[in-house]
């Protein structure tokens, strides 16, 4: 299977939302990546439960739900009954990750962990046999339209690295600045989900922008 292109349900006209989400089923896109932000964990505030179950509703594609929340362990069954598929959590907001891992896979989701930029992928050494997915932030968190931070490019080839040795079939996803100029390499140097959100709406045509995203020559991921 091809790359997986995320859009991120954040960049989209909320006065239209039902039709962004239908453009979403009908294109070449994998999953809806859906944002939580808390306003404590990052300088910003998005939604919750209800768009949430709002999502679910009319989503005919899997929920990617990234919480950028303090105490994400409270939310975790919440966040799985109003549909998440994956659920991903902060390494620097959760004192006891593995535990966190497991209560997120108790629930029956796919489970996550997101670095910021400053965090070396060298601290998830000793829990990257039991995730799924890990989330590579290539912008600072909070805030939709920020330019692609450069040594993500590093941090995805050291995590994919260690994948590599201990989880070949770990999913890397990267978030922020991602678009028609950058997926090629990032996909080079080891990522194979993208998350986009500006690049996606604020195109001619999504959809379109969609398939170009998709169209990119890559390796294979299994979901």
Excluded at 53 to 62: I, R, S
Aim: aromatic content about 6%.
């Amino acid at each position: 299977m091809k790359h997986l292109v995320a859009p991120s349900v954040l960049s989209a006209d909320f006065g239209n939302l039902q039709r962004d989400v239908e453009m979403i089923n009908a294109s070449a896109a994998d999953w809806f990546h859906v944002d939580v932000m808390d306003g404590v964990f990052v300088p910003n505030i998005s939604f919750g439960f209800p768009v949430m179950e709002a999502l679910k509703k009319h989503a005919t594609k899997p929920l990617d739900v990234h919480l950028m929340i303090v105490n994400p362990d409270q939310f975790i069954s919440r966040f799985a009954e109003a549909g998440a598929y994956s659920i991903t959590v902060h390494y620097e907001a959760c004192t006891h990750l593995h535990r966190t891992i497991q209560a997120i896979h108790n629930s029956g989701c796919k489970a996550s962990v997101a670095l910021n930029p400053h965090t070396p992928v060298d601290l998830l050494q000793d829990i990257i046999g039991d995730l799924d997915m890990v989330l590579i932030m290539s912008v600072n968190p909070g805030f939709g339209g920020q330019q692609f931070i450069p040594n993500t490019l590093n941090k995805v080839m050291q995590l994919r690295n260690m994948a590599n040795r201990h989880n070949p079939e770990l999913i890397i996803e990267v978030d922020g600045g991602v678009g028609e100029s950058n997926i090629a390499t990032l996909i080079e140097t080891g990522a194979n989900a993208f998350v986009a959100g500006n690049a996606i709406f604020a195109a001619p045509s999504p959809s379109d922008m969609i398939a170009a995203l998709k169209s990119v020559p890559n390796g294979i991921v299994n979901i």
